[in-house]
């Protein structure tokens, strides 16, 4: 299927990237709020000395009223439990990264990272600690002729804000307890994949596709402006670049996959009766080409739909390895990939095509299409886990779900899917009763094809 309008999202392709790539850091919140931390340690004290005594008593009465030493000691006591505290949910926040990494997926990093809690946490501890050593270096005791001074504004914040951070503990905690839990961390990515499907595939399912215009064998090859993943692809530069050189641009590259810098990943010709492009030319064009390349270390889900399945078919793969051998986590991998395909099938999928303002074809961006999302999320399911009806089971089942929700053109590629289960299930030796019911779960999904929808039976055995 083609689309013909508009641009993607009303961000940019590179801009959205680079907002992602932020949000997945560490870093940025918590030195944000140190240097806002140190701001206020130096800002409260001045405002503390310049109120003196003239704090009126109704406010007064809530501070924190002691001597030079009972401040520097609720400050130093406040700094030194803080550090303690930021080492404690640095060492947490590694050893759950660890256990992502090891026990689901190295590509689920970034759902941990780009956790908005652990920021906040971190930003809080460190923050506190900043502000309390801070306000220290203020208390003055007049042991060296000068007069005594001690904030009580100052030291009075800084109390409240250990009491929050022991609260920002206790609370990142039991976020972490939940966070960890694979339920959470599959319901995240298919959260985070849905949007990207909405932001990606905004059109709903159109009508039959125009014919698409073949490339000469005079075209342009572009190469890949640098190595990595293509993680975004800007279509107004894409657009502006055909429109500026009269051109037409064929992407073949995808979002999500693997360049090598150099090796052609598009392709540019001039639409026929144009004049051709001179070396000169040809150089611009190709610069203007590769400019609305986004090229980075790691996939992203801004753009990449096929990310998310990644992400969540790893985490089946490594539930069926005979390490952990744990078949439920597949199943349930399972019924997310089912609900995403059932929404991509709504959606207009295959290339997409962008026009000029006189209607004509200036890009053409190559894209997945629904078969190459089923093959994601059934090629290793099905290899892995064939030895286990459950799995196959699940498996007939998301082909019955989702062939409820295809159209004619997404038949084939369910069809050729079932036709592999069928054959898997023939080669496994299974009890003929099990071997029984994965037959008539088939049927079930042949049933769907067709328009008519058939109640599951229970898995055979009463196993649920």
């Known amino acids: 299927m083609t689309r013909t309008s508009g ?34 340690g130096v800002w409260i004290p001045t405002v503390d000395d310049a109120i003196g005594s003239d704090m009126p008593s109704s406010v007064s009465y809530f501070l924190i009223n002691g001597g030079p030493d009972a401040g520097r ?4 006591a406040t700094a030194g439990s803080l550090i303690t505290a930021t080492s404690l949910t640095f060492s947490l926040t590694v050893v759950t990264l660890q256990l992502a990494s090891s026990q689901f997926s190295p590509r689920l990093l970034r759902t941990f990272t780009g956790d908005r809690v652990v920021h906040a946490t971190l930003a809080l501890f460190l923050g506190t600690f900043a502000y309390a050593l801070t306000v220290l270096r203020t208390v003055r005791s007049g042991d060296d002729g000068d007069e005594p001074f001690v904030p009580h504004l100052a030291v009075t914040l800084a109390f409240l804000l250990a009491i929050a951070s022991i609260i920002g503990l206790v609370f990142f905690l039991a976020h972490l307890a939940r966070e960890i839990r694979v339920e959470t ?15 990606v595939y905004r059109e709903e399912r159109g009508a039959q596709p125009p014919v698409l215009p073949v490339a000469p ?31 037409i641009i064929r992407v073949d590259a995808q979002v999500g996959s693997s360049l090598v810098e150099g ?10 009766g144009e004049p051709s492009m001179g070396a000169e030319t040809v150089h611009e064009f190709r610069d203007d080409v590769a400019g609305a390349f986004t090229c980075g270390f790691e996939r992203t889900a ?17 539930a069926l390895s005979p390490g952990i051998n744990d078949p439920t986590t597949a199943i349930h991998v399972l019924g997310h990939t089912s609900a995403l395909l059932c ?42 886990g064939r030895a286990d009806p459950a ?11 989702v062939a409820w929700h295809a159209s004619a053109e997404d038949q084939p590629a369910i069809r050729e899917q079932l036709q592999r289960v069928v054959s898997a299930v023939q080669e496994e030796t299974y009890p003929d009763a099990v071997a029984a019911h994965l037959q008539q779960r088939a049927a079930e999904v042949e049933r769907a094809l067709d328009g008519e929808w058939a109640p599951r039976g229970p898995v055979s055995g009463g196993r649920a």
């Open 302 to 318: 801004v753009q990449d739909v096929a990310f998310g399945f990644r992400q969540l078919i790893d985490v089946a793969a490594k």
């Open 263 to 272: 090796i052609p990943a598009a392709a540019g010709w001039v639409r026929s």
């Open 185 to 199: 961390i599959m319901r995240k990515v298919h959260q985070e994949t849905s949007g990207t499907i909405r932001r």
């Open 217 to 247: 064998h005079a075209a342009v090859w572009i190469g890949a402006p640098r190595s990595g993943f293509l993680t975004g692809i800007e279509e107004e530069t894409l657009l502006a670049a055909a429109v500026k050189h009269r051109a």
């Open 343 to 384: 929404e991509l099938t709504q959606r207009d999928l295959g290339p997409r095509v962008l026009h000029d303002d006189d209607g004509l074809v200036r890009v053409i961006l190559d894209r997945p299409d629904f078969a190459a999302f089923l093959n994601i999320t059934l090629d290793q399911p099905v290899l892995y």
């Open 73 to 76: 000691a609720i400050l130093e």
């Open 391 to 401: 799995v196959l089971d699940r498996v007939l089942s998301l082909l019955q779900e």
């Open 7 to 40: 641009p993607l999202g009303q961000l940019g392709g590179r801009f959205q990237t680079a907002v992602d790539a932020l949000r997945t850091q560490l870093w940025p919140l918590p030195v944000f709020a140190v240097l806002v931390a140190i701001g206020l």
